[in-house]
């Protein structure tokens, strides 16, 4: 499998420098780079369109998606009210029943609130739906990406809060924030009744303070392990006393607060929660935390935090990350100007840093979908498959997300992956074919274009798929070609088609 990267020659040695790529050399590979890594990849023609524009223009247009058309979600857009809290006369009317031993009664509530849950299960599956949906049909590709990214680093499990629709106000929140303000986000973050539920501060409280909001903020959220003490911990849970939710709205609870001084980070003073945020974002740690993880996401792994694991990072890389770590502080936390320096660099664009990063789950269903054109099919068979690849949304395995990069490839994830890619494609199932396949046809020739000398399919097919041509593609496509008599075909393409993507090397971007 070609998932190593390779050995490095001394001519590969990496540039530091974050000064813009020259427009001649942004060319279509690098148009290719710019749309997987600031989106979910693109079509040939959508390539060839980046490339034409140059560097400045491309970015600009990926980055500055709010000037770009797109279809406004309204806060109704799924029920609010299916996980609402009893009203008084529900709240009596069960004290009754309790008080009156009434099983029947007693029974007859219980019925109610499972099929209310049911019910929004089912809004959560709805939900995973919608923004699957929004992932593949967006203009504003970048503004789902970054969505993504904040859903994996500041992560909330559905299971544990079992409120649809709280999921969804906190996939607003982080669209909202996507490439704004990281301060503004944090401060919504303990705001958010999802979050404040899934780390349990609706239950903080001034005389037993939960530790779980203020730990994860500074270990997973903005510093990182090292960068804070337990006292710092201790006392940001003090801070966070109070900050809770009523039904779907934050809700300062003055009587739950403590009002008492608190020392964070060396200093004293009556912190509240937004004092102990404006704390972190003070630290020197929180800039190089958030941007190291930004540069993680979207450039090249490295370890989620500095303990030790610089001393591995290419010299070039470190100094990057200083840059960028000083650009995020220097800029006040907003994260545009940071992105659009990164994405504009000469280090960005490093070949070695081109088809190097395995696609998560999402990145490759949806990037194959939006890349070739391909008919989604059935949304619940791709939850599904997402599920079994091991990238669930709005069901990250834990408080620190998804860890990416290698995990997500295994013996049984592999196969799950080149199923789904064989789906979207012809509409095969491992059992039989979907219902879609003879109504959502796949237009394999469209991928080529004009193209229809065998040769010249066959480079098409690998720079729109693997964005490279190794020998053995080359070989595997072309022998495969002859075997169809040299015609291409709606069928002959697509077999090309499916033979690409089920190589190792479409696990790259």
């Known amino acids: 499998m070609l998932l190593e990267p390779p050995a490095e020659a001394p001519e590969d040695r990496l540039t530091s420098s974050l000064v813009p790529i020259k427009k001649q050399a942004f060319g279509d590979s690098e148009a290719r780079h710019l749309l997987w890594r600031a989106g979910f990849g693109g079509t040939a023609e959508q390539i060839a369109t980046l490339a034409s524009w140059g560097p400045e223009k491309a970015v600009d247009h990926i980055l500055n998606f709010e000037k770009v058309p797109g279809e406004p979600i309204p806060a109704d857009k799924f029920d609010r009210e299916i996980m609402r809290p009893p009203t008084p006369a529900e709240r009596e009317m069960y004290r009754a029943a309790q008080r009156a031993q009434d099983e029947n009664k007693l029974a007859e509530v219980r019925r109610m609130r499972q099929e209310r849950e049911q019910s929004d299960r089912q809004q959560m599956a709805n939900i995973q739906k919608w923004w699957l949906t929004r992932m593949i049909e967006t203009p504003r590709p970048l503004e789902e990406k970054l969505t993504l990214f904040w859903h994996g680093l500041l992560a909330t499990n559905y299971r544990t809060i079992e409120n649809s629709y709280h999921m969804f106000a906190q996939n607003q929140l982080f669209r909202k924030h996507a490439a704004g303000n990281y301060g503004d986000l944090l401060h919504g973050l303990i705001r958010d009744p999802a979050m404040i539920a899934y780390l349990d501060n609706n239950d903080s409280k001034k005389n037993k303070p939960n530790e779980n909001l203020a730990r994860e903020i ?31 709205d934050f809700v300062f609870q003055a009587k739950n607060h403590d009002t008492g001084q608190k020392t964070i980070f060396g200093k004293t003073a009556p912190f509240d929660g937004d004092g102990f945020v404006d704390a972190i974002l003070a630290q020197p740690a929180c800039s190089r935390y958030i941007s190291r993880r930004l540069y993680h996401f979207f450039v090249a792994d490295v370890p989620p935090d500095e303990r030790g694991g610089d001393k591995e990072l290419d010299p070039a890389q470190r100094s990057v990350l200083r840059q960028l770590a000083s650009n995020l502080a220097g800029g006040n936390y907003n994260i545009r100007p940071v992105l659009r320096k990164l994405f504009l660099s000469e280090h960005f664009y490093e070949p070695r840093f081109r088809n190097q990063q395995i696609k998560s789950p999402v990145e ?39 860890d990416g990069g290698r995990s997500w490839i295994n013996t049984s994830t592999l196969f799950v992956r080149q199923n789904v890619l064989a789906f979207l494609l012809t509409g095969k199932k491992p059992q039989g074919y979907d219902a879609t396949a003879d109504t959502q046809k796949f237009d394999a020739l469209a991928v080529l274009g004009d193209v229809r000398d065998p040769d010249d399919a066959v480079a098409k097919v690998l720079h729109v798929t693997l964005g490279q041509a190794p020998p053995e593609a080359r070989t595997a496509l072309r022998n495969y070609i002859r075997t169809q008599q040299d015609t291409l075909t709606q069928d002959s393409a697509c077999g090309m088609l499916l033979l690409a993507t089920a190589m190792p090397e479409y696990q790259l971007c």
């Open 364 to 402: 490759l269903v949806v990037g194959a979908i939006r890349s070739l054109n391909a008919p989604p099919r059935d949304l619940s068979i791709l939850n599904d498959a997402l599920d079994l690849m091991g990238q669930r949304i709005f069901f990250p395995p834990s408080v620190k997300g998804w």
């Open 218 to 248: 500074m270990e997973l959220f903005s510093l990182g392990i090292g960068n804070y003490t337990e006292r710092d911990i201790k006392e940001g849970a003090r801070a966070l006393t109070g900050f809770t939710f009523e039904d779907d």
